[in-house]
């Protein structure tokens, strides 16, 4: 089975401080995603990265960045965190698909709460 | 950019009867894919579809790709306490840039035993 593993469950951290959710998968996947997941919102993509060291903004990159060094391991930064970024946020990963597109696997998720 | 709209966003079902969400699209799709979320889990793959008009069963549950391939819709039988989450569509559109889907908003299920 696909594990996609979100290293943190539950966070509370102060308004201006840094943060990093890290996310680990062990499918050998090309493609990792960041989500956040609000009421009435559904998922929101906040960034992906389709290879090694490539990143593509989402549909809200804005407060956001992320690094991928390594091909199983996908990190989103919020660089100051602010109170309306406290979110659930959720890590996915996908094989390279072809047009007709692969499933993706989502991580259990990250709480974030920012006071 | 491309939205994706679900109906409804809340569905309260007495348990034994049908319901069925609706996911719709600003644009034409070249695929579209489901998920299902259990309270305070993650979602989970369902199915995919690809075809116009193409129809898939999973016991009780029924996906519908429009002919249009611009909607798509999840219809549950004779519901159960198990059928409990948030159902999720999710659109690749023809014009996304590289593997990037757009979620919909959800529907939020709830059962009445």
């Known amino acids: 089975d696909v594990k996609v593993t979100q290293s943190s469950r539950y966070l509370v951290k102060r308004t201006g401080e840094k943060v990093f959710l890290e996310c680990v998968q062990d499918m050998d996947h090309e493609n990792m995603f960041w989500y956040r997941q609000d009421p009435g919102l559904g998922l929101r993509l906040i960034y992906f990265s389709y290879d090694v060291k490539m990143k593509e903004k989402g549909d809200i990159p804005e407060g956001y960045s992320v690094s991928r060094e390594k091909k199983e391991r996908f990190s989103l930064i919020l660089e100051s965190a602010s109170t309306n970024q406290t979110s659930m946020y959720l890590c996915a990963s996908r094989l390279q698909g072809a047009n007709s597109g692969n499933t993706i696997y989502f991580g259990e998720g990250s709480w974030l709460t920012v006071v | 950019g491309q939205q994706v709209m679900q109906i409804p966003q809340y569905q309260h079902v007495q348990e034994g009867e049908d319901f069925t969400t609706y996911c719709n699209s600003s644009?034409?799709?070249?695929?579209i894919q489901w998920y299902k979320q259990r309270p305070g889990g993650h979602p989970v793959f369902l199915i995919q579809l690809v075809k116009s008009g193409e129809v898939k069963k999973q016991k009780r549950l029924t996906f519908q790709f429009g002919e249009a391939k611009k909607n798509s819709s999840l219809h549950i039988t004779a519901t159960q306490t198990t059928d409990v989450g948030t159902y999720f569509c999710a659109a690749r559109s023809f014009k996304a840039a590289g593997n990037k889907l757009t979620f919909g908003g959800g529907t939020r299920v709830l059962v009445k035993p």
């Open positions: 644009t034409t799709l070249s695929n």
